[in-house]
């Protein structure tokens, strides 16, 4: 029997504002506005950075070409409340590819501006060519057989509030916009050392509009959860229980073919090192029929963190 949300959330407009987050606003020509997430707190979250520069590129191309590839460099962490601007370099357009650079930057106080992230990201004119796939989806439950995460989150809220500080709590219990169930325990559910490898289904939590730009957005913004957590499995160690700082460094993503981001996909990550005070995770991503979507790569920054006193 499929298992279902229980709270009263109207995540179609969680999702409605996600569609907002990522719709960044033309200011001149090749610049461009990503708008600040409402209720933001602390620093923002790499995939939304990472999906609105991946917007601005692709306003910036227009419909003959389509997004197949990004990579992105994490500068510094972007401050929640701030908008960010996005200029886009057009450093190659072909007949087949084109190719656009993208510096996202915030503004501060002073009125001086801090770049934040670099990205680059490859466009091609959709065409035939030779085909193969060897990448079989792992068998794992379905997602409708799955608890939400969300609800396993207030589930451990509950048993362990005594624990845990009244904001960090709340950071736990927000809406997100992406319904993830996970099939294994992921770093931040208990404390065991295990293998670095993790399956989890992820969705828009609600409808999204038929913009293929804005459904790989999606993507390229979940592909950013559950990833830098493959690496600390095997260290039974988890940043929302306080034992670990970390960032991401940098972001590498893959499209291979047209889905959809408010139907079941199914993200499977690993992680084969880690050393050096970094964490090197990879990820592939499935839709529902066992077709290979997308492929991710990140390297963050981990170390233990040291308890004062």
Do not use: C
């Amino acid at each position: 029997m499929a298992i279902r949300m229980t709270d009263t959330t109207d995540y179609q407009r969680v999702v409605d504002g996600l569609v907002k987050l990522l719709t960044v606003e033309k200011r001149a020509s090749d610049i461009y506005m990503g708008s600040a997430q409402k209720g933001g707190v602390g620093r923002v979250f790499g995939g939304q950075v990472i999906a609105q520069a991946l917007q601005a590129a692709q306003e910036s191309i227009g419909d003959a070409k389509i997004a197949h590839s990004l990579h992105a460099y994490f500068l510094r962490g972007g401050r929640e409340g701030a908008p960010i601007e996005y200029r886009i370099e057009r450093d190659f357009d072909g007949r087949s590819f084109a190719n656009r650079r993208v510096v996202a930057s915030q503004e501060n106080e002073d009125g001086t501006s801090t770049p934040i992230l670099n990205l680059t990201a490859s466009f091609q004119k959709p065409e035939e060519g030779l085909e193969h796939d060897d990448a079989p989806m792992p068998d794992v439950p379905d997602p409708d057989t799955l608890k939400p995460d969300m609800q396993v989150r207030r589930e451990m809220a509950d048993a362990m509030g005594d624990k845990l500080g009244e904001e960090q709590i709340k950071l736990m219990l927000r809406p997100r916009p992406i319904d993830m169930r996970t099939s294994d325990a992921l770093h931040w559910m208990n404390s065991e050392k295990r293998e670095p490898r993790s399956h989890s289904w992820f969705r828009a939590a609600a409808s999204l509009p038929d913009d293929p730009n804005l459904h790989r957005a999606v993507i390229a913004f979940a592909s950013d959860y559950t990833l830098l957590g493959t690496s600390a499995l095997p260290h039974g160690l988890s940043w929302m229980r306080g034992e670990l700082t970390g960032a991401s460094l940098d972001h590498a993503l893959w499209f291979h073919r047209e889905a959809r981001a408010d139907e079941w996909l199914l993200f499977a990550t690993d992680a084969p090192w880690s050393g050096g005070g970094r964490g090197f995770n990879r990820g592939r991503i499935f839709n529902r029929e066992g077709q290979l979507v997308a492929s991710v790569a990140q390297e963050g920054m981990m170390r233990r963190r040291v308890k004062k006193g």
